[in-house]
Nanobody
Framework: QVQVLESGGGSVQTGASLRLSCSVS????????RGWFRQAADSQAPDSQR?????????????EYSPSVKGRFTIFKDEVKNMVILQMDNLKNEDTARYYC?????????????????WGQGTQVTVSS
């Protein structure tokens, strides 16, 4: 059984950094591509429309980012710990959301939540001025 677990969320001020980690049991980190998505607490969108944040292929590259985070967020793999990391720098108020790690099913676009087959419960990130 595959289980996805996110950690590293918290409350920070604008301009600060956070590092989110995603561990998956039941799969090796190199087996499947991984993505990070987010959803604001007050979002009226269904879970199927979570906002794409970043993606990394099973080989560890290339990576893809949402335009809203490109240049500030970095996704990478820690092969030793079997984790995918999302390094978030220069955080902004609008980055406040619950962040979800997901395992891609192997086919389809990297930025569509529907193409991901395993999801974690998410970790909250709150950025305030």
């Amino acid at each position: 059984q595959v289980q996805v677990l996110e950690s590293g969320g918290g409350s920070v001020q604008t301009g600060a950094s956070l590092r989110l980690s995603c561990s998956v049991s039941g799969l090796a980190v190199s087996d499947y591509a991984r993505g990070w998505f987010r959803q604001a607490a007050d979002s009226q969108a269904p879970d199927s429309q979570r906002e794409f944040v970043a993606h990394i292929t099973f080989s560890g590259g290339p990576t893809e980012y949402s335009p809203s985070v490109k240049g500030r967020f970095t996704i990478f793999k820690d092969e030793v710990k079997n984790m995918v990391i999302l390094q978030m720098d220069n955080l902004k108020n609008e980055d406040t959301a619950r962040y979800y790690c997901a395992v891609h099913g192997g086919r389809g676009s990297f930025d569509s939540p529907a193409k991901y087959i395993h999801w974690g419960q998410g970790t909250q990130v709150t950025v305030s001025s």
